[in-house]
């Protein structure tokens, strides 16, 4: 990833992504890891491709930038 995102909470699982990695489908909007999931439980089959791939934001990077947002 490129530019620097807001880091926001799933609503399906609880962990932190990045609000650019969210992903749209069936009307659903979750983490990449959700949205794997999702796909495979509809399809059933495997997601096969790299593009949900790459770096994940930490519980700890969510609260350093969320103490950082209080702090402004």
Do not use: F
């Not at 509809?42 to 096969?48: C, F, G, N, S």
């Amino acid at each position: 990833m490129n530019e620097v995102s807001e880091i926001v909470i799933c609503r399906h699982c609880g962990k932190p992504e990045y609000s650019g990695e969210m992903r749209w489908r069936s009307g659903i909007c979750s983490c990449r890891a959700c949205y794997k999931a999702q796909y495979e439980r509809e399809e059933h089959k495997l997601y096969q491709w790299s593009d949900l791939d790459g770096k994940r934001p930490t519980m700890e990077e969510y609260r350093a930038q969320s103490k950082k947002m209080e702090d402004t």
